[in-house]
Structure formats: structure tokens, C-alpha cells
């Protein structure tokens, strides 16, 4: 109950922040989730160029958004 508590704290917290602080956590978390993704790629391709890898995360990332949206429309038929 204890983990519960704390996370509905942060949650509460992450609230009250002001608009161009939660921006820039949101920036900041992208940055993070891009990165994963870079050292994804290389660690799969160690001799890929600096050119072919932002090639190979941007087919990623859009990838990620294709599907996600796939899915939401796979959701709202389902629904109907």
C-alpha cells in the first residue's frame, strides 16, 4: 500500500507543475526515449554510419506511430 501511496504522490506533484516545466520533462523524457532507441540500433548495427542510424530511429519512431494509430482504429471499430 506503501508503493501506492508514493506513486499517487508523484502523480499529484507532476499536477501541480507549471506548464513550461512539465514541457520541458516532456522534451526531456523524449530525449531519453530517442536515445534508447539509437543505442538500440547500434548495438544491433555496431558499424552503422552516424547518417544510417537517425535514418534507421526516424523509421522507428514513425513505425511506433503508425502503429499506435492502427490500433486506436482497431479499438474504435471493435467498439462499434
Known amino acids: ?15 501541480r507543475l507549471k506548464p513550461e516545466d512539465r514541457v ?22 555496431p558499424d552503422i554510419s552516424e547518417d544510417k542510424l537517425i535514418e534507421r530511429v526516424r523509421e522507428r519512431l514513425e513505425w511506433d506511430k503508425r502503429y499506435q494509430k492502427h ?7 471493435q467498439s462499434m
Do not use: H, P, T
Not at 1 to 15: A, D, T
Not at 24 to 44: E, F, H, K
Open 1 to 15: 500500500m506503501l508503493v501506492l501511496e508514493k506513486l499517487e504522490e508523484r502523480w499529484l506533484r507532476l499536477g
Open 24 to 45: 520541458n520533462l516532456a522534451v526531456g523524457m523524449s530525449d531519453v526515449c530517442i536515445r534508447v532507441c539509437a543505442y538500440g540500433v547500434r548495438d544491433q548495427n
Open 71 to 77: 490500433k486506436q482504429y482497431r479499438q474504435l471499430f
